[in-house]
């Protein structure tokens, strides 16, 4: 079974800290995602890597950048965390294209304060 | 621009049928998938439609019309652990010769005995 976990369940933070949210995935995956979900407005994209050290932008990438050193882990960075990127944070994983489905992590929930 | 219409919520009985229907209007469609969200827990793939018809699997079938932009999952002998949100979301272009998946804000369903 794949497997996509994220390091954080839960999580609060102060506005203006910088936070990190992990994702690791244990299948190979070339292409992984982060997106954020809140009510009303479905799952949007932040931003998205096909390979190890490239990203590309998503639909709303402000105030937040990415890392991906390895395969495996692709990190999402608030580097001034606001109150409105308080959200519920989940990060996917693909084999190749789009085609496939893609795995999702359980997600984080983030509130900034 | 891209949109993607679900409806917010809906209830049924324990062993009846619903249909969920989805409509978009996308820049470029390589894909329509259903994913199923209980609460809390992360979005897991249901189905795949790239061709026009119906797809069946066990339970829940998933139909696609192109020309139409439409889409609905069909779920039959409700169950209550049925009750979840069910998304909906269009594999389009995207840059760098990629794809996105664009969801729609998802269906909250309740099953009721």
């Known amino acids: 079974d794949v497997k996509v976990t994220q390091s954080s369940r839960y999580l609060v933070k102060r506005t203006g800290e910088k936070v990190f949210l992990e994702c690791v995935q244990d299948m190979d995956h070339e292409n992984m995602f982060w997106y954020r979900q809140d009510p009303g407005l479905g799952l949007r994209l932040i931003y998205f890597s096909y390979d190890v050290k490239m990203k590309e932008k998503g639909d709303i990438p402000e105030g937040y950048s990415v890392s991906r050193e390895k395969k495996e882990r692709f990190s999402l960075i608030l580097e001034s965390a606001s109150t409105n990127q308080t959200s519920m944070y989940l990060c996917?994983?693909?084999?190749?294209?789009?085609?496939?489905?893609?795995?999702f992590g359980p997600g984080t929930r983030l509130t900034v304060t | 621009g891209q949109n993607i219409d679900q409806p917010t919520e809906m209830t049924a009985t324990e062993g009846a049928i619903v249909q969920i229907n989805c409509t978009y209007q996308t820049s470029g469609f390589n894909g329509l998938f259903w994913y199923q969200q209980h609460a809390g827990e992360a979005p897991t793939f249901l189905s795949y439609n790239v061709l026009d018809g119906l797809e069946e699997k066990g339970r829940f079938s998933s139909f696609l019309s192109r020309s139409k932009g439409y889409s609905y999952l069909l779920l039959k002998e409700l169950q209550m652990k049925d009750s979840a949100s069910y998304l909906c979301?269009?594999?389009?272009?995207?840059?760098?010769?990629?794809?996105?998946?664009?969801f729609g804000a998802g269906t909250r369903l309740a099953v009721h005995p």
């Open positions: 979301a269009v594999s389009s272009p995207f840059s760098g010769g990629y794809n996105k998946l664009i």
């Open positions: 996917a994983s693909t084999p190749g294209t789009d085609y496939y489905e893609q795995y």
